[in-house]
């Protein structure tokens, strides 16, 4: 069935009534996610899209039991929304916003230590499971039902890496995006770990960036795991230069720590396979489950 959620997750939006969450939260309702309500700070006992609208999360959390919320509010705001969400023991949380200053996500980072919830994002375009839950920015296709299970710090990769899965016939089981930023909730290790122990997941393609350590501490778990489930990477940014970021905030070469060759190598060497290019890493994947 996928990781992280299923037919019967239950969900809240924070910030429901905005532009984006509103459009956005059609789109999920239509596509069949259970949305059962909204916070929106003032709107306490108001109603949007048919959605029962509470003051705060705890509200929310007691009225209608939710199993995830997304938030998608600005980024002034988007750590005291994770940080309610989190003390309201929201099991999973999905912070679309971009830009949260990286101090806020350290008090975020706190806040989740010990705590029953898991955290996407921030900068994520959410999780799928098609043609049964999405939560995010994601489009509805080309995301078909099927085996490949994908994680990834660039949204727009991610959507490649899925055209092209669905284009070899192979699908998705779940598609989780888990931000761009240098401080964030789930990591590579995190999904790993849930695709690893799910059923519908016979293969997973993890795609990394420059910046930070998160490829090679994946490196490290793969060499531990027990899995032979394959795993299809691909590292973006090998011609990036060096000290610029790269549009997300974490996509940062400094002073040679991120390095994409050096990801590349302890990828290799964990044994994950090395999609030779963006536009390989399906028929990489295909290959890899033996054509089936």
Same mark, same amino acid.
């Given at each position: 069935?996928?990781?992280?959620?299923?037919?019967? =997750?239950?969900?809240?939006?924070?910030?429901?009534?905005?532009?984006?969450?509103?459009?956005?939260?059609?789109?999920?309702?239509?596509?069949?996610?259970?949305?059962?309500?909204?916070? @929106?700070?003032?709107?306490?006992?108001?109603?949007?899209?048919?959605?029962?609208?509470? +003051?705060?999360?705890?509200?929310?959390?007691?009225?209608?039991?939710?199993?995830?919320?997304?938030?998608?509010?600005?980024?002034? =705001? /988007?750590?005291?929304?994770?940080?309610?969400?989190?003390?309201?023991?929201?099991?999973?949380?999905?912070?679309?916003?971009?830009?949260?200053?990286?101090?806020?996500?350290?008090?975020?980072?706190? /806040?989740?230590?010990?705590?029953?919830?898991?955290?996407?994002?921030?900068?994520?375009?959410?999780?799928?499971?098609?043609?049964?839950?999405?939560?995010?920015?994601?489009?509805?296709?080309?995301?078909?039902?099927?085996? @490949?299970?994908? @994680?990834?710090?660039?949204?727009?990769? +991610?959507?490649?890496?899925?055209?092209?899965?669905?284009? @070899?016939?192979?699908?998705?089981?779940?598609?989780?995006?888990?931000?761009?930023?240098?401080?964030?909730?789930?990591?590579?290790?995190?999904?790993?770990?849930?695709?690893?122990?799910?059923?519908?997941?016979?293969?997973?393609?993890?795609?990394?960036?420059?910046?930070?350590?998160?490829?090679?501490?994946?490196?490290?778990?793969?060499?531990?795991?027990?899995?032979?489930?394959?795993?299809?990477?691909?590292?973006?940014?090998? +011609?990036?230069?060096?000290?610029?970021?790269?549009?997300?905030?974490?996509?940062?070469?400094?002073?040679?720590?991120? +390095?994409?060759?050096?990801?590349?190598?302890?990828?290799?060497?964990?044994?994950?396979?090395?999609?030779?290019?963006?536009?390989?890493?399906?028929?990489?994947?295909?290959?890899?489950?033996?054509?089936?």
């Amino acid at each position: 069935m996928g990781i992280l959620i299923d037919g019967d =997750t239950k969900v809240i939006c924070q910030g429901l009534t905005g532009a984006t969450a509103t459009r956005l939260s059609e789109r999920a309702i239509a596509y069949g996610t259970k949305m059962v309500g909204g916070v @929106v700070p003032g709107k306490g006992g108001q109603s949007h899209l048919h959605l029962p609208i509470f +003051n705060t999360v705890a509200e929310a959390a007691k009225e209608t039991q939710p199993d995830a919320s997304a938030i998608f509010v600005p980024p002034v =705001t /988007a750590a005291a929304a994770m940080i309610e969400a989190i003390e309201a023991e929201i099991p999973l949380v999905i912070c679309v916003t971009e830009r949260v200053p990286v101090l806020d996500m350290v008090r975020v980072k706190s /806040a989740l230590e010990g705590s029953s919830t898991r955290l996407i994002g921030p900068n994520s375009q959410g999780v799928i499971t098609p043609d049964v839950c999405k939560i995010g920015v994601m489009p509805e296709r080309p995301h078909t039902p099927g085996r @490949v299970g994908i @994680v990834s710090r660039s949204a727009t990769l +991610n959507y490649e890496a899925v055209d092209q899965t669905t284009t @070899v016939h192979l699908g998705q089981s779940t598609s989780v995006g888990i931000g761009g930023d240098p401080v964030y909730g789930m990591s590579f290790i995190d999904c790993l770990e849930l695709f690893f122990a799910d059923d519908a997941t016979e293969g997973v393609i993890l795609i990394g960036e420059i910046g930070g350590t998160a490829e090679e501490e994946a490196a490290a778990f793969l060499k531990s795991a027990s899995s032979t489930k394959p795993v299809v990477a691909y590292v973006a940014g090998i +011609n990036a230069p060096t000290d610029r970021r790269m549009g997300h905030a974490g996509t940062v070469d400094v002073f040679g720590e991120g +390095n994409v060759t050096a990801k590349i190598e302890a990828l290799d060497t964990a044994g994950a396979i090395i999609a030779p290019s963006a536009a390989d890493m399906g028929t990489t994947m295909r290959k890899a489950l033996g054509g089936r």
